[in-house]
């Protein structure tokens, strides 16, 4: 399967400056299997070594950390000679390794000509106690569940793929009714490789949930095995997220998840979530200036899921619901759209998201994003009654002296009404790199 971070990798390796590299996202988005392709592709030879699977290999970071020894240590285990600028050592499962981490700061001052690459636990990696984060001596890249895009390339879809990157909104409507069919498949699917790759090769949807309902099970176990006397709550947010999405207004209510519920109840249920990458935290913003976390409300959130498939997972809709008709757009006030919409944007670098929503007013603005120089307030819809009374109101009157330009993501096509442009769904990612891309050349 092709990924969009392949080309970060290339970038990092080909960087003479660069230092040992930490892969994080949250489980089974594929960090291995793309750390692996990338070893094997890109260097003579690939040392992998995952301490999980290997309790002797942990030993090695248990002695002194000198560098020579670890790297002798690693080709005896291995029984591969490695060779800098040659060689990829990928330590995989990192936080199962005392001192694992501490070495990267070795790896960087020691021994910098030499490629190292890390994956593990998100929570692992990032609280590992005992254990300092070697701040300053490593480069970091997060990896996503597999976008709208990756999934097109994934089904050899790539003329279609093409198109949205391009921007060519001619074509798109031409192709309209096979992209809606594919975004479709895209709610159900979503972007967690193994399902992905289920679907595409076999195209057996129940063999899909059973995997989405598998990768649910293991967070759970997750949230047992490492959370502690936040288990429960943890589980209890978790579980109260498709509710929580499926209101009208989407802000999170404590008050959902149990009744009486207060924040002390849950936030560090909530962060604790947030931190292992499943679940996105969107803040309101109270005013739409730059820069907008100047004004971030954090008593005021939406929490989305990682995943739009795992979404329809742990809500259990159904896959007649889901594919066979335009029904997924609408059903759950939309619930599907918003997630998907999020899910894209948060792969793209350098945006800062939140959502706008007016005091004493049912006027909400689903996402305002600030890229480098500008904010767009964007409304995403689902149906194809397509009225933006909201952003309407925002753009032309309680905000007119910003000459805000909005966005509409919709299923209809592109149309540009001067103080508002739509695009069709499928182009939202696509929409906001051509942005930044321009900026970035607008700035050089």
């Known amino acids: 399967m092709k990924r969009k971070l392949y080309n970060s990798l ?215 095995k490492h959370a502690g006397k936040e288990t429960e709550r943890i589980r209890m947010v978790w579980q109260s997220i498709p509710a929580q999405l499926a209101k009208e207004n989407k802000k999170f209510i404590y008050g959902a998840v149990k009744d009486g519920g207060r924040a002390r109840d849950f936030e560090i249920a909530i962060q604790w979530l947030v931190k292992t990458g499943l679940v996105y935290k969107i803040h309101n913003c109270k005013t739409p200036d730059m820069p907008l976390k100047f004004y971030e409300d954090f008593d005021a959130f939406k929490l989305y899921l990682m995943d739009v498939g795992l979404l329809g997972a742990l809500a259990n809709a159904s896959p007649k619901l889901m594919l066979v008709s335009n029904d997924v757009f609408v059903e759950f006030k939309g619930a599907f759209t918003e997630n998907y919409a999020l899910q894209q944007l948060k792969t793209i670098d350098n945006l800062d998201i939140y959502y706008y929503s007016k005091e004493k007013s049912t006027l909400e603005i689903d996402f305002l994003v600030q890229t480098a120089d500008h904010i767009t307030p964007i409304e995403v819809k689902a149906e194809e009654n397509v009225k933006s009374k909201s952003l309407s109101q925002f753009v032309n009157v309680d905000y007119a002296d910003r000459n805000f330009k909005g966005l509409r993501c919709s299923m209809k096509q592109y149309i540009d009404q001067e103080w508002m442009i739509n695009i069709p769904l499928c182009s939202i990612d696509a929409y906001f790199v051509d942005n930044n891309n321009l900026l970035s050349n607008a700035e050089l």
């Not at 679907?199 to 949930?209: A, E, P, S």
């Open 10 to 224: 290339l970038a990092w390796k080909n960087d003479p400056d660069h230092k040992p590299l930490i892969l994080e996202g949250a489980r089974q988005v594929g960090k291995t299997w793309l750390l692996k392709e990338f070893g094997k592709n890109e260097y003579d030879n690939l040392v992998y070594i995952n301490f999980q699977d290997s309790p002797d290999a942990q030993s090695i970071f248990t002695q002194n950390l000198n560098i020579k020894r670890i790297i002798g240590s690693l080709e005896a285990y291995s029984g591969k000679r490695i060779i800098a600028g040659k060689t990829l050592i990928f330590m995989d499962e990192i936080q199962e390794a005392p001192n694992g981490l501490n070495s990267l700061k070795y790896f960087c001052e020691d021994a910098r000509n030499q490629d190292v690459v890390v994956a593990g636990s998100l929570l692992g990696i990032t609280h590992r106690q005992g254990e300092s984060y070697p701040v300053g001596k490593v480069n970091l890249l997060y990896l996503y569940p597999m976008s709208f895009e990756e999934f097109l390339w994934a089904k050899g879809e790539e003329i279609l793929a093409d198109t949205i990157s391009r921007l060519d909104w001619e074509m798109m409507s031409v192709l309209e009714t096979k992209l809606q069919e594919c975004l479709r498949q895209y709610y159900y699917v979503g972007g967690m490789p193994e399902a992905v790759l289920q679907y595409t090769l076999k195209g057996d949807i129940n063999k899909v949930r059973k995997i989405q309902n598998e990768i649910l099970k293991t967070y759970d176990n997750d949230f047992a």
